[in-house]
């Protein structure tokens, strides 16, 4: 009886662009997996909450949920998308090669845009025991949802760091209390992952 083939590690770095200080991570996941797993993870290690849409640029390609082609299909062709279901991160290694990029995009009333990056695979991807995904580094805290893109993230930052600003007290009471903009718990995000749930809409 044949045996499934074991996932293979793929190395990648993600930076979150436009926004000071860099939020960046590097992780390792499964090339087994679609994108739409890939996309679960990103929520994940990001600190995003997947409560919008998100889609990926692969070269001259998008790549999507089904629902938000479907969507995208009400104002312009999409002949050039592929359902994230549908695309393996190995295709996606395999087509771009060490050291290519792709974007992952997420709200698009926000704006965030993410550098994906194929590095080439740390040592340690090479222990018998090691167990995909794993977070391996990282800095800095992801933005609140909703705080209105690269602008209002940075229209935050300066209003929490002045406790004299008119908007401050309105700030910390929207952000719930204290935000660290250079919070990173790498222990925390291997710990507590406990998989990818599966979006419903």
Known sequence: ???TPRPKPVALRIELLDVEPLVWRRVLVSNQWTLASLHGYLQWVMGWTDS???EFEI???MVAPGWWIEEVGHDRDTCGYRDERRVSVAAVASQLGTRGEFEYRYDMGDGWRHRIVVEPLPLLAEAPNLRLPVCLTGENACPPEDVGGP???ALLLEVLADPGH???EDMVRWIGGVFDPKGFDLNRINRDFKGVRKRRR
């Open 59 to 61: 070269g001259e390609g």
């Open 52 to 54: 919008h849409a998100h």
């Open 1 to 3: 009886m044949p045996t």
């Open 166 to 168: 008119e908007q401050h």
């Open 151 to 153: 602008p209002g993230y």
